[in-house]
């Protein structure tokens, strides 16, 4: 079974900086694309960051030029480095991937646990 596990949540200061990991592990051959969400009390979830395979990104426009979303394929590891933080950042954020479990079946979507992360003003 796959498993995604967010890690690097926590509460910090605005125009601070946190970065988030998540590890997918279990039964994988392959991860397509890995992204980023996060939801505010309140809120509808939104995109935060994808990143396909490839290394190519998109970054909702509420956190372009101040978040950066990159991978590590051999670690099945996404991140999320996130500076100059506001408290609007405020929300649990989920990481989310596109895997393939055997080389006989199409990929489905995944979802971790989420991590809170809390900014202060």
């Known amino acids: 079974q796959v498993q995604l596990v967010e890690s690097g949540g926590g509460l910090v200061q605005a125009g601070g900086s946190l970065r988030l990991s998540c590890a997918a592990s279990?039964?994988?051959?392959?991860?397509?694309?890995m992204g980023w969400y996060r939801q505010a009390p309140g809120t509808q979830r939104e995109l935060v960051a994808i990143i396909s395979s490839g290394g190519s990104t998109h970054y909702a426009n509420s956190v372009k030029g101040r978040f950066t979303i990159s991978r590590d394929n051999a670690k099945n590891t996404v991140y999320l480095q996130m500076s100059s933080l506001k408290p609007e950042d405020t929300a649990i954020y989920y990481c989310n991937a596109d895997i393939r479990r055997t080389v006989l079946t199409g990929s489905a979507n995944y979802w971790g646990r989420g991590t809170q992360v809390t900014v202060s003003s």
């Open positions: 279990g039964s994988i051959f392959m991860i397509n694309a």
